[in-house]
């Protein structure tokens, strides 16, 4: 007759097995959330997912607030549209557009599109603007002294360009000035 002999692993290696396994079910749990919120939700599923713009900024804002946070992001927006166009994707929920057509139906001053919390970021080297506003009562605040040079009669002129400019040289001290 033979007789067989089983080593059984020591107690406290078969303790950790368990823990060890619902671990790695964690892990991979993780991993399938992060996988359908950076990758399948932002290309196939998301309403937006058709507007050009970086990867990184379908599936973050993490770098547009990095930028904010180096006071960069305007020009970080100005080299987007540069490279994509008029209308970009800036975060996984914020599209910039810049052009005519969207002044008259975006920003004009009773729109009721609200702002992201993020365009707080927008900030000109550390001084809030008429854009970095969020309330829509602090934007109609600073807004209100410098609106007719933005208006579309005069954007649309010629010459609105050169005005523009004029007009934003004079009221410089009175930007300046706002808390």
Known sequence: MRMYHIT????????????????????LALLVLLSYKLITYPIFSCSVRHVPGPYISKATSLWLTYQGYKNNANQHIHRLHKAYGPVIRVTPDVVSFHSV??????????????????AASMDNYGKPNTFSSVS????????????????????TQENGYE????????????????P
């Open 101 to 118: 057509e969207a002044i008259t139906t975006i920003y004009r001053g009773r729109s009721n599109f609200p702002k992201p919390p993020s």
């Open 163 to 178: 005005g523009i400019l004029q007009r934003a040289n004079k009221c410089w001290p009175l930007f300046m000035m706002l």
């Open 136 to 155: 829509n009562e602090d934007h109609r605040r600073r807004g209100g002294r410098y609106a007719s040079s933005y208006s579309k009669s005069n954007m």
């Open 8 to 27: 059984l692993p020591p107690p406290h290696l078969t303790r950790l097995l368990p823990a060890t396994s619902a671990a790695l079910y964690l892990l």
